[in-house]
């Protein structure tokens, strides 16, 4: 099995839920933040296989709590699993959307949250031998 590794300098987005209104122009700002994401992951992420040849679909999401919480509670929340939104089944559809129009080949998926002390989000695509991109 070979295996590309996608590191995103940002942490992981859902996708939002899309309107008739997002079809024109002004588009809310969450769709908007949206478009900025998955244009940063498609510039980030080079080359990659068609979801056909992929085996597991892997993203982990690291992300930096508030500036609200208190340095004691920014402490002891670093390394642990973030249970705040976006849920994890959204930051799957967007990461899907956003790399492969066939998304439905992809057997195998898993995601992972964590609030870190910097955002990041990475993103390993294992596929089978000789689907290289």
């Known amino acids: 099995m070979e295996v590309k590794q996608i ?5 992981a987005m859902g996708k939002p839920t899309m309107t008739r209104r997002d079809q024109r122009l ?20 080079g080359e990659y ?9 892997t993203i982990i999401s690291y992300v930096e709590p508030p500036k ?11 390394g642990t699993i973030k249970r705040t939104k976006p849920d994890t089944s959204n930051i799957l559809k967007g990461v899907e959307d ?9 057997g195998r998926t898993h995601v992972e ?10 993103i390993t695509i294992d596929y089978l031998n000789g689907a290289e991109p």
């Open 98 to 106: 956003v790399l492969w129009e066939d998304d439905e080949k992809i």
């Open 113 to 122: 949250k964590y609030w870190s002390s910097r955002s990041r989000t990475i």
């Open 68 to 78: 609200s919480y208190s340095k004691k509670k920014r402490h002891e929340a670093i």
């Open 49 to 57: 296989p068609e979801s056909g040849k992929v085996e597991l679909l």
């Open 26 to 45: 002004p588009k809310r700002p969450c769709v908007e933040r949206f478009h900025a994401w998955a244009d940063l992951i498609r510039s980030v992420a």
């Open 7 to 11: 590191i995103v300098p940002v942490a």
